[in-house]
């Protein structure tokens, strides 16, 4: 006879944590280009698209945002957004010019796309706005996934 064995819950380990910050951000990068090629190209498919190097971008999220969002979770909405903003710029230019130093190319790269990119192509200015919304977006995401318990050891 098989003795019943007390399931024991435990939280989501942080590289748990970055698979599915990695899995939501290549998702909604996927949406998001498609969205925006529907608006400015009348490409009407909604063919999204991403970057095998996003899934462990975004995945960064864990190690980089996370503390970041405890340090500054008793600050103003705005001072919030704006850390988050400067804080996403500051990563994919780093992450950017590290592939291109690499690999030769920067997947996502922004050169000719207006006045607002940064030199090398590898951010872009009038997304700030943007990266400030994903941020307070993250907080919630993260705040969640703190609440979630799994099976296992």
């Known amino acids: 006879?098989?003795?019943?064995?007390q399931a024991q819950r435990r939280s989501l380990r942080r590289w748990?944590?970055?698979?599915?910050?990695?899995?939501?951000?290549?998702a909604s990068?996927?949406?998001?280009?498609?969205?925006?090629?529907?608006?400015?190209r009348r490409d009407w498919r909604l063919r999204g698209h991403s970057y095998l190097w996003m899934l462990p971008i975004y995945g960064l999220s864990a190690f980089l945002f996370e503390p970041a969002h405890e340090m500054l979770r008793s600050r103003a909405v705005w001072e919030r957004a704006a850390a988050y903003s400067i804080g996403i710029m500051g990563v994919e230019y780093v992450v950017g010019m590290s592939l291109r130093r690499k690999v030769g190319v920067v997947p996502w790269d922004y050169s000719g796309h207006g006045r607002w990119v940064v030199p090398g192509g590898a951010t872009r200015l009038d997304y700030a706005p943007l990266w400030a919304v994903a941020g307070l977006a993250l907080e919630r995401m993260h705040d969640r996934m703190r609440e979630v318990t799994v099976t296992g050891r």
Do not use: H, I, N
């Open 16 to 26: 748990e944590r970055s698979l599915v910050y990695g899995v939501v951000g290549v």
């Open 29 to 40: 990068e996927v949406v998001f280009t498609g969205a925006r090629d529907s608006v400015l």
């Open 1 to 5: 006879m098989r003795r019943a064995v």
